[in-house]
């Protein structure tokens, strides 16, 4: 019998080699090649020699849409976490059956709708004289007077926060249902309460599928256009809407591969992240 | 697990419990029902909820109308078959070959293939649109694909998978004749059917959405997906007309939507099993 460990080591190598070879010319032509250009052009002068001019423009251009993304992104970013931890929290300790029913069929739908859509539909939701605020003035909790526009900031992050949740609470659901439910249920013949068993037994046990969520969720955030395009154009607003205006406007290559190169240093440490739970979670299965 | 006591204190907080429920799926659920409403009702209701409001499909008609929907839609279908189809093919088997065979720099290449998760597309929008020129791709869709076809994504959730389906049963299929592609598609594909289905869902779903990148490589009808369409809506010469907008909105997200409603017990059972962690 020939095993794996007998395997002709020669042929194998050809044989993974081939089965790579079409997606690897596809990542060559379209991944490797271009992100090696992307960094030479911002890093490029006109007459061709090197330069960080166009990363000082970018700051000097750019800094406070820097700054403004990130804040986006990051309260963004806690605010799904928040939301995706009551939720699942719920939907595991949950005592009433109809409650958890009605809140699992709910908290899905916004998984199925683009971010381009998200974006429109918030923009008219979240207006002055948007869908909310009449809502706000109907039932008597605002003025006329007070109502004021959510497309801002505050509309971003809103956008991203529905759209974003769901898949978190996704994640992390499962993850919970897959606990062992002595401690949970030790922990509740004890008398501790729902919340308690939630931070200190569940939590800490899908903490890395948490983390997981949020970084993935943070990469995408990052690399939205629809959104802040949508809700809030105008200066302060993110990076994405910046490259799309220096290429639309001014055919600025260079600041916009450097204001690109500075948003990858943004996600590279969050899908560094990502990476290394699941190599590691796979090298100890 | 249930911890019911019976006690008229424990039917209160179950009655507060399923309120606060209905009250915070309510809130999640409001954007979305909102669109609905706007996009069924005429426009003097688009931001008045007045329950005997008429009923109206006329916002869609004019929607329809006011851009090539249909022509859109087969645009982003063909768009996301094409994608699915490649990354399947493609994924398959360089997750195979990361898997299960030893070959040089295999470690380098798959770091190489790492790397593009950590690279958002944005970064390559500029030098890839120069590509696609000189393939003469543009304004493709074609063009609106390619990038996408060697997802390191898909390769990365495969491979995982992949490694967990025991030797053995690779060397029975061995011992028993079978080539390297004939061990792929009869032990490994059939294993990896949950994480298929959770992967093509995920793709389509991303694909659908798109946005960015077919906005710059396309320019004219024949290529145009939904999202881009829809960006036509969003100008200010256009004027607001919310009620046409969100049957736009509507129409966009509607495939997706049903597929969601008709599939979602599948859709998150393949994610859960799919381990997409």
């Not at chain 1, 974003?164 to 897959?178: D, E, I, N």
């Not at chain 2, 990354?87 to 040089?104: E, H, K, M, N």
């Not at chain 2, 898909?154 to 025991?166: A, D, H, M, N």
Request: hydrophobic share 55%; proline share 5%.
């Amino acid at each position: 019998m020939k095993s794996i460990a007998t395997r002709d080591p020669i042929a194998d190598r050809w044989v993974g080699l081939a089965l790579l070879a079409p997606a690897l010319a596809v990542i060559l032509v379209f991944f490797v090649a271009p992100l090696a250009m992307s960094a030479v052009v911002a890093f490029r002068r006109k007459d061709g020699g090197l330069t960080l001019e166009h990363f000082a423009k970018s700051f000097d251009l750019y800094t406070t849409d820097l700054l403004f993304t990130l804040a986006i992104v990051l309260a963004s970013t806690i605010l799904i976490g928040l939301v995706a931890i009551a939720i699942a929290g719920y939907l595991t300790l949950g005592e009433n059956p109809r409650a958890v029913a009605i809140l699992r069929w709910l908290y899905r739908w916004p998984l199925f709708i683009p971010f381009v859509v998200a974006g429109q539909v918030m923009r008219t939701f979240l207006a002055k004289n948007g869908m909310l605020n009449h809502v706000l003035i109907g039932t008597g909790l605002i003025e006329p007077l007070s109502a004021q526009s959510l497309l801002d900031w505050r509309g971003i992050v809103i956008a991203f926060v529905w759209k974003q949740a769901p898949f978190v609470t996704l994640l992390l659901a499962g993850a919970m249902a897959s606990i062992e439910t002595q401690h949970i249920e030790a922990a509740r013949n004890l008398g501790a309460r729902r919340l308690r068993v939630l931070i200190d037994i569940i939590l800490p046990q899908v903490r890395g599928t948490l983390l997981v969520g949020l970084v993935l969720s943070f990469v995408t955030m990052l690399s939205v256009l629809s959104v802040p395009l949508m809700i809030n154009p105008n200066s302060p607003t993110m990076m994405t809407v910046d490259v799309a205006y220096r290429i639309n406007t001014f055919g600025d290559y260079a600041v916009a591969n450097a204001l690109c190169l500075l948003s990858l240093i943004l996600a590279a440490g969050g899908a560094w992240f990502y990476l290394h739970h699941a190599v590691e979670k796979v090298e100890h299965a | 697990m249930s911890f019911v006591h019976s006690s008229p204190r424990v039917y209160l907080g179950h009655g507060l419990e399923t309120a606060g429920a209905w009250l915070l799926g309510a809130l999640w659920i409001l954007p979305l029902a909102y669109a609905i409403w706007t996009a069924f009702h005429p426009g003097e209701y688009s931001t008045h909820f007045v329950p005997t409001a008429p009923l109206t499909l006329d916002n869609f008609g004019r929607a329809w109308a006011a851009a090539p929907f249909a022509r859109y839609f087969l645009n982003t279908m063909l768009l996301c078959a094409m994608i699915l189809a490649a990354q399947l093919v493609l994924c398959t088997l360089a997750a195979y070959a990361f898997a299960r065979f030893v070959f040089p720099g295999r470690n380098l290449l798959f770091a190489l293939v790492l790397l593009q998760l950590m690279v958002m597309p944005d970064v390559l929008i500029v030098e890839n649109y120069r590509t696609m020129g000189a393939l003469g791709l543009r304004d493709t869709i074609v063009a609106i694909a390619l990038p996408y076809m060697a997802s390191a994504f898909g390769i990365f959730l495969l491979r995982q998978t992949f490694k967990t389906v025991p030797k053995e049963l690779d060397e029975a299929a061995r011992v028993e004749g079978c080539t390297p592609l004939q061990v792929l598609w009869k032990v490994y594909v059939p294993l990896a059917r949950p994480v298929y289905l959770a992967y093509a869902l995920v793709s389509v779903s991303f694909h659908w959405n798109n946005f960015l990148w077919p906005l710059i490589i396309t320019n004219s009808v024949e290529s145009r997906p939904l999202t881009v369409g829809l960006q036509v809506f969003s100008a200010t010469d256009q004027g607001i007309d919310w009620s046409i907008i969100t049957a736009a909105t509507l129409l966009t997200s509607a495939p997706l939507l049903i597929a969601f409603l008709l599939f979602q017990r599948q859709f998150v059972l393949s994610f859960m099993r799919a381990g997409i962690k």
